[in-house]
C-alpha cells in the first residue's frame, strides 16, 4: 500500500480504485451466497473467512487510491 501513495498516474490510480470496489462487490456476493444457503460446515468457515478478507483488502485499497486521487487533483490546482 505504500507505492500507492508514491503513484502519481490517475489511470492506475483509478484503475485501483475499481479494483477495491470489485473485491468489496465480491464480499457481498460470497455473503448473500452464506445468507442463502445457512449451512455450518468447513466451506462456510472458509468462505467466511474469504468473504471478509476480500472486504477488507478491498476497502483499504478504494480508500487508499481515493485519498491519493484526491491529494494529486487537491495539488493540481
Do not use: H, P, W
Request: proline share 0%; charged share 20%; hydrophobic share 55%.
Amino acid at each position: 500500500m505504500k507505492r500507492i501513495d508514491e503513484c502519481d498516474s490517475m489511470a492506475v490510480l483509478v484503475a485501483l480504485l475499481v479494483v477495491g470496489i470489485l473485491l468489496v462487490m465480491g464480499a457481498y456476493r460470497i455473503f448473500s451466497y452464506l445468507c442463502e444457503n445457512a449451512a455450518l460446515d468447513a466451506r462456510t468457515f472458509l468462505l467466511g473467512a474469504a468473504c471478509l478478507l476480500l472486504a477488507v483488502v478491498g476497502f483499504l485499497l478504494a480508500r487508499r487510491s481515493f485519498r491519493r486521487l484526491q491529494y494529486l487533483r487537491d495539488n493540481e490546482e
